[in-house]
Nanobody, 117 residues
Framework: QVQLEESGGGWVQPGGSLRLSCATS????????MGWYRQAPGKQRDLVAT???????KYVDSVKGRFTISRDNAKNTLYLQMNSLKLEDTAVYYC??????WGQGYWGQGTQVTVSS
């Protein structure tokens, strides 16, 4: 059973930065692709960044150049560095571990990110 726990959310002004963390229950990065999703009120949960088992990374266009996904194998922790935050980045952010990032997997409980002036 994979367990995930996000942290690092909060309130930030437009243009600010936050770093989200997702602590995992073990050394899973060799076996699972890891993704950061977000869900704004009234909207579906969308994938924003993925890091695959081989280290390849993909971003949705709306966060390219602003967000950076990374992982620390020694700490079993996934990160999402978010810079130049915009109002539309406001959402609950979730990390996910899955064999196929688009399929069934394990989710964390989410962390709220609010971008507001």
């Amino acid at each position: 059973q994979v367990q995930l726990e996000e942290s690092g959310g909060g309130w930030v002004q437009p243009g600010g930065s936050l770093r989200l963390s997702c602590a995992t229950s073990g050394s899973i990065f060799s076996f699972y692709s890891m993704g950061w999703y977000r869900q704004a009120p009234g909207k579906q949960r969308d994938l924003v960044a993925t890091i695959y088992t081989d280290g390849n990374i993909k971003y949705v266009d709306s966060v390219k150049g602003r967000f950076t996904i990374s992982r620390d194998n020694a700490k079993n922790t996934l990160y999402l560095q978010m810079n130049s935050l915009k109002l539309e980045d406001t959402a609950v952010y979730y990390c996910k571990a899955a064999k196929n990032i688009w399929g069934q997997g394990y989710w964390g409980q989410g962390t709220q990110v609010t971008v507001s002036s």
